[in-house]
């Protein structure tokens, strides 16, 4: 059984930056798509970024593009979210998943194409 641990959150300054990282065991994590989603205060959760296989393909949410860039070291069975220029808004508890890779060259951001997920970690941006 595959299992997830996130970390890295913290508090962090507006304009700052922070590394997540997932750790994976249980299973080998390079037959799975990985994804990060983040639930903020009174919103529903959202998907930011996935991975393929390999990490041959990647996709990001048009809130994060361009400040965050994702990548996997299968040979750590980890994911890492790397956030930069960090915004108020960008404040949330932070989730790994991982899913049975379907799509080699691509991955998707609905929740429905993930059923293992960690506990999360918190991202607070303020001042």
């Known amino acids: 059984q595959l299992q997830l641990v996130e970390s890295g959150g913290g508090l962090v300054q507006p304009g700052g930056s922070l590394r997540l990282s997932c750790a994976a065991s249980g299973s080998p994590l390079n037959s799975y798509t990985v994804a990060w989603f983040r639930q903020g205060p009174g919103k529903g959760r959202e998907g930011i970024s996935c991975v393929s296989l390999a990490g041959v393909g990647r996709r990001y949410a048009d809130s994060v593009q361009d400040r965050f860039t994702i990548s996997r070291d299968d040979a750590k069975n980890t994911v890492y979210l790397q956030m930069h220029y960090l915004r108020p808004e960008d404040t949330a508890l932070y989730y790994c998943?991982?899913?049975?890779?379907?799509?080699?060259?691509?991955?998707?951001?609905?929740?429905?194409?993930?059923?293992?997920w960690g506990r999360g970690t918190q991202v607070t941006v303020s001042s």
């Open positions: 998943a991982a899913g049975p890779a379907r799509l080699h060259w691509s991955c998707l951001l609905t929740q429905e194409e993930y059923n293992q």
